[in-house]
Structures are given as C-alpha cells and as structure tokens.
C-alpha cells in the first residue's frame, strides 16, 4: 500500500543515513587522520623496549612520558597499541560531546534580586568550603600508589589509588559479544577450529598427536574463553591487520570477560547492567580490602590469608601476591573474583593461612570475618578487573614451571624452549618472536580451563550448540581420523 510504502522508504533512509554516519566515524577515527590531529594536540611516541620489552612503541597523551613520570600508567595516559589509543580518544571526545550537549540543555540559573545584601555569583564561605573539600578530594585521588610509597601525604592503602576521569566503560555503550559473532572471528580470520567435540587452538594438536585438553584444546567455549582470558589469543597481534576494528574489539572483550558473574550475554548485558557503577581504583581496593580480606603489607598485595604466610618462594603471584594494584586487578580478571558470600575470601582456612585440609580451631578471640559482599559489587568488581589488558599469547607448555605444565614432549614441539621464570613480565628469548609475559612458577588452574568453573560469564551456556549448528563439523564426524577435521558449514554447502 502507498502507506507501507512510505513506511518502507522511511526505514531505507534512516539506514543509509547511518551507515553514512558510521562510515564518517570509521574515517574520521582512521589512524592516518587521527594520529596527525593528535600530534599538533602534543601527543608524542616512544620506544618502550626500556620500559617493558613486551611493547614495541608507546603512544603518550600529551605532558605524560613513562620513563620519567611516576604517576603515568598504561591504558590512561599513554598506550601500547594503536586500537587503544584510538578507543581512548573516541570515548574521551564521547564525554566531551555528552557534558557540551548536557550544559546547552540546562536551564539557566536563576539570578537573585538585585539587593544590598545579596550579590549575584558571590559563593558563600559554606559553598566555598564545599568547593574546596571537593577539589582536595580530587587531587588526593590523583595521588599514585608508587608516590604514596615514596614519602607522600597519603597514610595507608586507599590513599594512593588514583581514580581518572574516563568516559563511559564499553559495557554501558555496547552490548556484550556474542559467541556465534565471536566464534566466526575465531575460525575464519584466526584460524580456530571445531573438530570432533572439541574447540582447537590455531596450533593445537589432537590427543593422539600429542595434544594436552585444556592446551590444545577444549571440550567447552567456556573453557577455550578462560584460557585465552589467561594467556592471551594466538595470532590476534599479528592478524589485526585483516580484522576489522570492530572484530578486534569483540574477540579482546570476548575473553576479557570470561570471569564475569551470572548469565550476562549480548541479549540481556545493556540491561543488567544499567545500574551497575564503574569502579575506580579507589572504590575497588575499598571492598577487596574490606570485604574480601586483601591485604597491603610492604607495598605488596595480598589475596586473602596470604599475608600471614610470609616467604613468596611457595606462593603464585598474581594469585597469592601481586606487586601493584594492576597486577592484582590482573589477577582477578583471570581467576575471578574470590567467593565473598561467607563474609570475605571464600575459604575461611585459606584466609587464615591454614591448610585446607585442617579444619579451623574455634576461638573467641578470632578475628571477626569482614561483611559479605554484595552481588552487585561482586559484577561491578569483575567488570573493573575486565579492564586489565591481554597478555600477549604464550603457549603455556614454553614454561617449564608452570603448574600442571604438559610433558616436556609437548613442550618440544616445535622446536620450543624452555627458559627458568624470573618474574611476571620477564620475556623468555624466542627465534623470530616477540618476547610474551611468564606466568609464575606454582599458578594454580593454569591448565584446568576446559571445565567450566560455574563463574564463566555469558555467552557460554549455548556454545557448543552455536559452533554446531552455525559454523562447524556435525556430530556424525565430518573430521578425519585423527580429530583434526576442519569442514565448515559454508564449506559443506558448497560441495553439495
């Protein structure tokens, strides 16, 4: 009819309108056009080899330089990669545009009668001492924890955490990402495949050639997202070239919210997550060291109990200890955040620093376990957590020290090396390869991700179901023989 057909016309020019308008925005935010503009803005890029060898170069907001300013961390004030710079500077001009677009819509304040008592504009001394508690506030959270450890006017473990300014965190924006968007990235661009049940790595093997579960691969999607969560997405760096920037962005939020609670998904996530707050720094330590019983002593973190054992050699850092607040929140992206529903971290034995095995001994002078904490700030806790960075990928089998590490078969392949670990970020020497993080010897459940641990994230519940009926092998065993099959579903229709 003539009214459908307006109808219709109407929806064709709102969607070309904004594929124009995404269009505009994917140009205006190239970085050949981007990175001028920032440059006459004083932006600058360095080296990082003498910072951390596991960058190449470091793209520095303007007045912030790494080697010399204490207060400058990574992700805020300058930035590893390129696509970090660019979602920086994206969200930045998003807040800028919202607070504009907020004070041309308000209404003007009133002005007062003209009198001799009143003067227009004039604060009062309580306004000014309003004023002036609230930029105290704000200069104190500026403070960094190094600078606090360095004779600062900050006394204690709060003092120091800085909480900057940012834009909205992605999750109030974008919807979380689907594993059938990002299991078609995975397969077709990274070169992940699904064979015989199971989901492989771009360079894992099967059982019987060798191959480790948990390694090579994953009897679950929940199980291949906490492993990448850990150690990074193999051949991501170097495929970004042929990713488009939303793709990049949907596989890296993909694993970084592995250890997110409850069914979030890419149906429910804008939703459930409406009320949720973005943590800063501060409010994060706020209720790890309050409800969940981590710990600060001598300038290093502790997770709960772990303080009292003294000696690092048999504890796992980022797990037990961690040497800054990244680190820790590293770590909680990774393994979760610890059970706080019995009032603090989880195991009340492993708190106190006992075995697990031997139960606790009453006593009416025990400490008194800190207050539970809420299922809310558990989810806004782990969404803090998920803003820590991957790791560059690291087969976990190239350290000889990990816990529960393959045999040293496995290890070989390849022609892989093994090299005694140093310290969290210490590169290990590869041919022809970039130098990737060491997890330290004794983490724990490095090689236990192929079994969902029940603090998965979204996405999961349907993978298995989304990789079968979308883009994989059916059941009846498209594979070959040695499980190493990779016939897609695109594939099958075109040979019939």
Known sequence: SPEGSGITDEFDREAKANAADEAEDAEYYSWSRLWPRLKRDGWTVMPAGSINPLHDWYWCRPGKNPKVDEDAWLGVDYFGCVNDAIEYQRRADAEVAAA?????????????????????????????????????????????????????????????????????PWWKIDPFPSFKHVWKILHRKLNFRYSSGSYYLPDGRPANKGGTAGVDFFETAVGMREFLCRNGIPNLPSSEVVLTREDALAVRRWALTARVPGNITERNSLAELDDVRAMSDHDAWTILNANLDFQRVNETYYWPGMHRRGSHEKMARLRDYCRTLDEVRMGLRMYGVPDGSSGGGGDTNRRAGRSSSRPAKASSSAKKLPPPMTPEENLALSLWASSSELPPYRHPGDDASAAGSPSASVRARSGRKTSPVTGIMTPIPMAAATPVPVLARGTRADLDASTASGNGGGGGDNANEWASANTEPNASGAAGADGDGDTSAEQRAEAR
């Open 100 to 168: 504009a677009a907020a004070k041309a819509a308000a209404p003007p304040p009133p002005v007062p009668p003209a009198s001799s008592h009143v003067r227009a504009n004039i604060p009062s001394k309580t306004t000014a001492r309003v004023a002036k508690a609230r930029d105290s506030c704000a200069s104190a959270s500026k403070t960094s924890p190094s600078r606090d450890a360095k004779g600062g006017k900050g006394k204690g473990a709060l003092s120091g955490f800085r909480s900057p300014a940012a834009a909205a």
